[in-house]
């Protein structure tokens, strides 16, 4: 079982970039696709991003496509997620999570565990 923290939230202006970290303790890391989802109050959880076990494979959201761009070093058990050009609706608590099950990646929330505790997003217009 692998276990995720999320860093590297914040407050900033519409236009700037944060970059999240994923850090993740256990042997296991690196078997793991690793998928990064977020969430507002009153809305379901959000697929963002995801990326495969090896770092070779990556899938966006449309909504974020040619903005974010997530990466992982297994080497140093972190997976990234840069966020330039941000949005007013990029605001909310975004999530890490692990899925194991499968090879190829997958934007249901639900096939993904091991949930960090989130970090929230603040972007103001």
């Known amino acids: 079982q692998v276990q995720l923290v999320e860093t590297g939230g914040g407050l900033v202006q519409a236009g700037a970039a944060l970059r999240l970290s994923c850090a993740a303790s256990?042997?296991?890391?690196?078997?793991?696709?690793i998928g990064w989802f977020r969430q507002t109050p009153g809305k379901e959880r959000e697929f963002v991003a995801a990326?495969?076990?090896?770092?070779?494979?990556?899938l966006y959201a449309d909504s974020v496509k040619g903005r974010f761009t997530i990466s992982r070093d297994n080497a140093k058990d972190v997976v990234s997620l840069q966020m330039n050009s941000l949005k007013p609706e990029d605001t909310a608590v975004y999530y890490c999570?692990?899925?194991?099950?499968?090879?190829?990646?997958?934007?249901?929330?639900?096939?993904?565990?091991?949930w960090g505790q989130g970090t929230q997003v603040t972007v103001s217009s």
């Open positions: 999570a692990g899925d194991i099950s499968e090879t190829y990646l997958r934007i249901g929330s639900t096939f993904y565990g091991s």
């Open positions: 256990g042997r296991t890391f690196s078997l793991y696709n």
């Open positions: 990326i495969d076990w090896s770092g070779r494979e990556t």
